[in-house]
């Protein structure tokens, strides 16, 4: 890790993104999406020796990984399966936050002001598809809105499908400008 650049690290998280999107491949898929973590996780890592934001990111990847396992445990659903996954939800937006805040930050010293535009659309998408989501999770238990809110959950995770491919389409971007 005493080479990573943060361009390295943004192709190591660009690639990261599109191995974990495999997981819908038996077997195969689970492997990868597993090397892909690992990836992003050292990514995160080296270029967290570089700039403070990643050193963040990586922290709450740590905390995400873990937070995971401990979800784990709580697969029957129910209302404590509700909450830690909102929780889980908002660790992941943290690491967000950090990686495009602090890629915004280098983009726009280096002059690349469009690329940073981009980073900044991806973060709002993501933080009101994720705030969206944990409320609607949160009403859904309510008889009489519970059913509007599971439409708007669709609605709402179609749009964070579209904050996923901008995501990874910052990511490359940013890899290539950095």
Do not use: H
Request: proline share 1%; net charge positive; glycine share 10%.
């Amino acid at each position: 890790m005493k080479d990573m650049t943060v361009s390295k690290a943004m192709r190591w998280m660009f690639i990261a993104q599109l191995l974990t999107l495999l997981v819908i491949i038996p077997l195969v898929g689970w492997i990868l999406s597993i090397v892909g973590i690992v990836m992003e996780i050292l990514a995160l890592y080296g270029a967290g020796k570089l700039e403070q934001g990643y050193q963040k990111a990586f922290y709450l990847s740590i905390a995400a990984l873990v937070w995971g396992v401990i979800l784990g445990f709580f697969r029957d659903g129910g209302f404590v399966y509700t909450l830690f996954s909102a929780v889980g939800s908002l660790i992941g937006l943290g690491i967000l936050y950090y990686v495009c805040s602090t890629t915004c930050g280098l983009l726009r010293r280096s002059g690349a002001d469009a690329v940073a535009k981009t980073g900044d659309t991806v973060w709002k998408i993501n933080l009101l598809c994720t705030v969206l989501g944990v409320v609607l999770t949160l009403i859904a238990a309510i008889p009489v809105i519970g059913i509007l809110a599971s439409i708007a959950s669709v609605v709402v995770a179609i749009v964070q499908i579209v904050g996923g491919i901008l995501y990874i389409i910052f990511l490359y971007k940013s890899a290539a400008v950095l």
